[in-house]
């Protein structure tokens, strides 16, 4: 079943860190406009799920179900602004066809599913939401990678940019071009982005990415970057 987030779960800190990165692209009241430009479509994917759990930390916490918390906190923001939405998956559950007799299989008809769901999107722009592990504990930090159609850099370095001067101040990651290996970012043909939160391997990151204000507050700031790039690209 979907989780619903009410107002209850809205925190003054986490409406600072939202008024702050509105107020990158938000420099005058309004612009006026001779007619209403077209409006993109977010699309938020959280990643895994079903029968894929993604990686795990050393407590079980699961990536999957931190993707999915953060995915539905974005989304419950962007309807509040009136921004339309699409999900890639609203729960931890996922319908795979009867062919799909493995979880390689599983895991195939799903992003094969999801990069569907994309390309048949009008104006969509890609927001998959992530969780990064390693083996050793020392590495941490937020990093945003992007495909390879135009307007994902674009997106990518300012979501990085926000994110490390907003939450992770020392920092040292970069936006980066997604490697090849990742199906979905190698088959959408949109602008989109791939936001690794935060390492589950490492035991700061992990304590942040378990609260519920560090989780609203990375959706806010990754719904002001989404509304700095819109700003941007719609004239």
Avoid at 89 to 112: G, T
Wanted: charged letters at 15%; aromatic letters at 6%; a negative charge.
């Amino acid at each position: 079943m979907r989780k619903v987030f009410h107002i209850k779960w809205w925190h003054p800190l986490a409406a600072a860190v939202l008024l702050a990165v509105l107020a990158l692209w938000a420099q005058d009241d309004a612009r006026e406009t001779e007619a209403a430009a077209p409006q993109p479509v977010l699309v938020i994917d959280a990643g895994h799920g079903g029968a894929d759990g993604g990686a795990v930390a050393a407590d079980g916490t699961t990536e999957s179900g931190v993707n999915l918390d953060i995915a539905l906190r974005l989304e419950a923001l962007a309807r509040f602004w009136g921004i339309q939405t699409v999900m890639t998956r609203d729960s931890e559950d996922i319908a795979y066809p009867d062919s799909a007799a493995s979880i390689a299989a599983k895991k195939v008809a799903d992003q094969h599913a999801r990069v569907g769901l994309v390309n048949n999107t009008p104006g969509a722009v890609l927001l998959s939401i992530h969780q990064n592990k390693y083996p050793a504990a020392s590495p941490h930090g937020i990093q945003v990678f992007y495909g390879k159609v135009s307007g994902g850099q674009e997106l990518a370095e300012m979501a990085q940019g926000n994110l490390t001067a907003l939450l992770c101040p020392d920092n040292r990651r970069l936006a980066a071009p997604i490697g090849q290996d990742i199906y979905l970012m190698k088959n959408v043909n949109c602008p989109a982005v791939l936001v690794e939160c935060g390492f589950l391997s490492n035991p700061g990151d992990l304590a942040n990415l378990k609260t519920d204000t560090y989780r609203m507050k990375l959706a806010a700031v990754l719904l002001g970057s989404y509304l700095q790039y819109t700003r941007g690209t719609i004239t």
